[in-house]
């Protein structure tokens, strides 16, 4: 088992940046593969980024924010990060972190792959 909390999230204008973490406790973080989700009001949640377990040699992102956002993990700290730049009112949205324990070599893309997920951070990025 492991418990996941997001943090970072918060209010900035377009143009703008933010890094939100995902923090871990429970079974060492390095043996899981992590992604972020995000939820817009009205919208189903959609893939945003993710890499894959123990020095996160896979990552993979989503087509918009491609050169926009980084995904990093620090397994000293139990935490995955996501760096967000060059914000745009169309990635205000919630951001859910999520962790696979089982084939964690690859960077997941697929919702029901993960099998953990924190409760999220708010994101909204004014025009």
């Known amino acids: 088992q492991v418990q996941l909390v997001e943090s970072g999230g918060g209010l900035v204008q377009t143009g703008g940046s933010l890094r939100l973490s995902c923090t871990a406790s429970?079974?060492?973080?390095?043996?899981?593969?992590v992604g972020w989700f995000r939820q817009a009001p009205g919208k189903e949640r959609e893939f945003v980024s993710s890499?894959?377990?123990?020095?996160?040699?896979?990552?993979t992102y989503r087509d918009s924010v491609k050169g926009r956002f980084t995904i990093s993990r620090d397994n000293a700290k139990n935490t995955v990060y996501l760096q967000m730049s060059r914000l745009k009112p169309e990635d205000t949205a919630i951001y859910y972190c999520?962790?696979?324990?089982?084939?964690?070599?690859?960077?997941?893309?697929?919702?029901?792959?993960?099998?953990?997920w924190g409760q999220g951070t708010q994101v909204t990025v004014s025009s």
């Open positions: 429970g079974r060492p973080f390095s043996s899981y593969a």
């Open positions: 999520a962790a696979r324990g089982r084939g964690a070599s690859y960077a997941p893309r697929i919702e029901v792959e993960f099998e953990y």
């Open positions: 890499v894959s377990w123990r020095s996160g040699d896979d990552t």
